[in-house]
C-alpha cells in the first residue's frame, strides 16, 4: 500500500525554508501569500496526512456488519476525534482563502500605487 505520509512529508519540510525567508524580507502581499500557504500546508495537508488519512485507514479495518451496540461503540470512538479535525481542516482553508484575497488586494493596490506614481 502507497504510503502518503513516507511520499508528501519529506517533500513538505524541505520546502519550508523558502516562505520563512519571504516572511522576513518580503512585501505584505507576500506575506499575506507566504501566510496562507503556511497555513494550508498545516491546517490542510498536514492535518490530513496526520491525524484523517490514519483514522481513516483504522475505520477501514474494521470488518462490517457489526451487531448494532459493536457500531455505536465503533462510531463513538472514531467519530469525535475524526469531526474535531475536520472542522479544523476547513476553517484552515478558510483562513487561507482570506489570506490569499487580502494579498491580492495589496497587490492591486501596490500596482495602482506605482503607476500612479
Keep these: 500500500m502507497w504510503?502518503?505520509?513516507?511520499?508528501?512529508?519529506?517533500r513538505l519540510w524541505s520546502c519550508w525554508p523558502v516562505p520563512c525567508l519571504h516572511l522576513a524580507v518580503a512585501t505584505a502581499a507576500l506575506r499575506g501569500?507566504?501566510?496562507?500557504?503556511?497555513?494550508?500546508?498545516?491546517?490542510?495537508?498536514?492535518?490530513?496526512m496526520a491525524i484523517n488519512v490514519p483514522l481513516n485507514q483504522a475505520l477501514a479495518l474494521i470488518e462490517t456488519p457489526l451487531a448494532p451496540a459493536q457500531a455505536s461503540?465503533?462510531?463513538?470512538?472514531?467519530s469525535?476525534?475524526?469531526?474535531f479535525w475536520n472542522i479544523i481542516r476547513p476553517?484552515?482553508?478558510a483562513v487561507a482563502l482570506l489570506l490569499t484575497g487580502l494579498g491580492l488586494l495589496k497587490l492591486t493596490q501596490t500596482g495602482r500605487d506605482s503607476v500612479n506614481a
Design 3 to 10: 504510503n502518503m505520509r513516507r511520499y508528501f512529508l519529506p
Design 33 to 48: 501569500f507566504t501566510m496562507a500557504g503556511l497555513i494550508y500546508g498545516f491546517g490542510g495537508m498536514a492535518l490530513t
Design 73 to 78: 461503540a465503533v462510531r463513538s470512538a472514531y
Design 80 to 83: 469525535e476525534t475524526w469531526q
Design 91 to 93: 476553517c484552515a482553508a
